[in-house]
């Protein structure tokens, strides 16, 4: 439950420099988005899922 906590306060910290850094860019990046069709907004999140997972994956057994 730990790593599930520090990985949570990871992802929001990158999106937060990013924002912070970059905040025209991403908006611009979030209107791009309203333009892509759901499939492949769904495809992609299920790409990115299964990366995740097998980065965890790896570094769990690795360890």
């Known amino acids: 439950m ?3 906590i520090i990985a ?3 992802f929001l910290f990158i999106e937060g420099v990013l924002y912070a850094i970059f905040p025209s860019k991403m908006k ?3 209107k791009k988005l309203d333009l892509l069709k759901d ?3 769904r495809i992609g999140g299920l790409i990115f899922a299964i990366l995740g997972f ?3 994956y790896y570094s ?3 360890v």
Do not use: A, V
């Open 8 to 10: 949570f306060g990871l």
């Open 28 to 30: 611009t990046m979030l």
């Open 60 to 62: 769990k057994s690795t």
């Open 39 to 41: 499939n492949q907004l």
């Open 54 to 56: 097998i980065i965890i």
């Open 2 to 4: 730990k790593e599930l």
